[in-house]
């Protein structure tokens, strides 16, 4: 994990793409890429996403002002209050439910139940919960031209 203030202090000097690869436990390879922005500190790195592209289900609200929260650090909405609590790890919650990708390393058993909210995974609001093995979260420009 680079660090918020990091990634601030890089997307902050031109438009970015942020990607989003996903594997589950069956080998199966998704991803999902969003335009986005990330506000600063002073916003609790507020991010707002649209997306573009991808071969997995949305499952973060677009349009939306998500504001990153810790169990040490709540956003500005009740539910962010027990959301890094109950699932372990900051994350962009909007809803408990829908995603956490800095969940903990959990290995589902054989048998079924894992606890999906320590976990890592990705759950669209109309589909099914994809519990990781992997995640990678990358940007890029959205002009690589002007990178050369």
């Excluded at 793409?17 to 507020?46: A, C, K, V």
């Excluded at 504001?67 to 372990?88: K, V």
């Excluded at 408990?96 to 894992?114: A, D, H, M, Q």
Aim: glycine share 10%; net charge positive.
């Amino acid at each position: 994990w680079l660090g918020l203030k990091k990634i601030y202090s890089i997307t902050k000097q031109g438009s970015y793409l942020l990607r989003m690869e996903l594997q589950d436990w069956r080998g199966n390879r998704r991803h999902i890429e969003y335009s986005f922005s990330l506000g600063g500190p002073s916003t609790n790195f507020t991010l707002q996403l649209s997306r573009m592209s991808g071969s997995i289900p949305n499952a973060l609200p677009e349009h939306a002002q998500l504001r990153f929260s810790t169990a040490d650090r709540a956003g500005d909405t009740a539910t962010d209050l027990s959301c890094p609590d109950n699932h372990l790890g900051g994350w962009w919650h909007s809803e408990c439910e829908e995603t956490n990708l800095n969940g903990k390393y959990v290995v589902p058993r054989s048998r079924g139940r894992l606890d999906r909210g320590k976990g890592l995974y990705w759950k669209p609001k109309k589909g099914r919960y994809y519990l990781l093995k992997s995640t990678k979260i990358m940007i890029h420009p959205t002009d690589l031209k002007s990178f050369d």
